[in-house]
């Protein structure tokens, strides 16, 4: 159980165009999920909190209208890099913590994005 | 967001030895996990903790909840070549929902 999927596992893209990361709990219901970045050989950085219905919370440093969030349900959650630039090539990882009694996260397996 | 640091920040070990990580901050959490992760992977959750004291196992793996609520650790007994990866602990705070990471420990098991 507590299975998260990510796609695309990787992408590459040209500078200038957007991409869109999806990630699914497949087997239970996320009513919050989280978006984390990882630079190679580095911590992940909590990006933002993403409440299914709600606005995402952002952590400080992050630009929202450069990283769309939008969890339209309690399966599905999405991230959008707009307008991406090589300095956004980055490990992107998306978790999921099942209802409001656990405080567990599960993650997905991540998408490497590489902007040329 | 907060500062998680982690120690120590890599280790090199020979097969069967036992292997000592920890955790700490300057802020009170309410739970610690603590994850692998292999390359190109998303991390994998071990051994989650829930209260100050509490002392939890998983195999060969053992996490505890330090009193203070400020720390973890996790030890691995008897290593073995696929225990090579990052682990990671993570904190939610006593304030908050998010979850916030440390800065990892990578372990190399020498056969």
């Known amino acids: 159980g507590a299975v998260v999927s990510q796609h695309p596992s990787w992408v590459i893209c040209k500078s200038g165009t957007s991409v869109k990361i999806e990630c699914r709990s497949l087997d239970f219901q996320a009513t919050t999920m989280f978006w984390y970045r990882q630079f190679p050989k580095q911590s992940l950085m909590l990006m933002a909190t993403s409440n299914e219905g709600s606005k995402a919370t952002y952590e400080q440093g992050v630009e929202k209208d450069k990283f769309l969030i939008n969890h339209a349900s309690l399966t599905l959650s999405t991230l959008t890099v707009t307008s991406a630039h090589p300095e956004d090539s980055s490990f992107y990882i998306c978790?999921?913590?099942?209802?409001?009694?656990?405080?567990?996260?599960?993650f997905g397996s991540g998408t490497q994005l590489s902007v040329l | 967001g907060q500062q998680l640091n982690q120690s120590p920040q890599s280790m090199f070990i020979q097969e069967g030895e036992d292997v000592s990580m920890n955790c700490t901050s300057s802020?009170?959490?309410?739970?610690w996990l603590w994850y692998k992760q292999d390359p190109g992977e998303g991390p994998v959750l071990l051994i989650a903790?829930?209260?100050?004291?509490e002392l939890t196992s998983n195999g060969r793996l053992t996490a505890q909840f330090g009193i203070t609520r400020k720390d973890s650790f996790l030890n691995i007994s008897a290593s073995i070549p696929s225990d090579v990866g990052i682990y990671f602990c993570a904190g939610q705070l006593y304030t908050g929902n998010q979850f916030y990471f440390g800065t990892g420990t990578s372990l190399t098991v020498i056969p």
């Open positions: 802020s009170i959490f309410n739970t």
């Open positions: 978790s999921a913590r099942p209802g409001l009694g656990s405080e567990k996260l599960f």
């Open positions: 903790l829930y209260k100050a004291g």
